[in-house]
């Protein structure tokens, strides 16, 4: 599994399938790719209704076909734009084109329904993606149940954990691997990835990428 980072929480999971999650491109400044350069897509997630993790979630889909998959308020919206989506909740489990999605607890906010985090299911592999969360204790229920081969993680502080809280994070989610996100996008949620990896070096394999770097899983 070919794994992109497209800045902020965007990631682009390509293999059997082509996943997205957070898709935030246009407004990003530091977006790796366009929308009009996105030409296929099997189902992109949304972990909650924020404009830097919506992003460009509908026109993607609409592009592509692809199926959204989010929380059931956002699914609702989609639906009544003629996009196919599978709505859940926080707890549940749905398959979309042979890849599948649970959706688990983010300590956050959003403008319509709930924040979630995601543990994704493909080719054999199991990827956590936090969303926008605080550190939760429930993060220990993940790391036992999910056992992720790897995570994605926010480091960027104020609207998220920052670095200390996400290397205790680490800790409880026992992750073989983890790739920092939501940081550097815009001056107020800088972060050094230097800095994490030096406090999690111990517990996991520490990937930093640059906006448009993959790494294969």
Not at 154 to 173: H, Q
Request: aromatic share 8%; net charge negative.
């Amino acid at each position: 599994m070919e794994i992109t980072w497209l800045g902020h929480s965007g990631i682009k999971l390509q293999g059997s399938k082509i996943v997205y999650i957070d898709p935030f491109l246009t407004e990003n400044p530091v977006a790796s790719t366009t929308l009009d350069e996105i030409t296929e897509a099997d189902v992109v997630v949304v972990t909650h209704y924020h404009g830097d993790h919506l992003g460009d979630s509908f026109a993607i889909c609409k592009k592509t076909a692809a199926i959204l998959v989010g929380i059931h308020e956002i699914a609702v919206e989609a639906e009544a734009e003629d996009i196919t989506a599978e709505g859940m909740n926080i707890g549940g489990t749905v398959e979309a084109k042979g890849v599948k999605i649970h959706m688990v607890q983010a300590l956050h906010s959003a403008e319509k329904g709930d924040p979630a985090g995601v543990v994704i299911e493909m080719d054999g592999k199991t990827i956590y993606h936090a969303g926008d969360t605080g550190l939760t204790y429930d993060m220990k229920l993940i790391g036992e149940f999910f056992k992720p081969d790897l995570s994605f993680i926010p480091i960027g502080d104020r609207y998220t954990m920052g670095i200390p809280s996400a290397a205790k994070a680490v800790e409880f989610i026992q992750t073989n691997k983890v790739i920092p996100i939501h940081y550097n996008t815009f001056p107020i949620v800088s972060a050094d990835p230097e800095e994490f990896k030096k406090r999690v070096a111990d517990l996991a394999e520490v990937i930093i990428l640059k906006p448009g770097e993959s790494y294969t899983l």
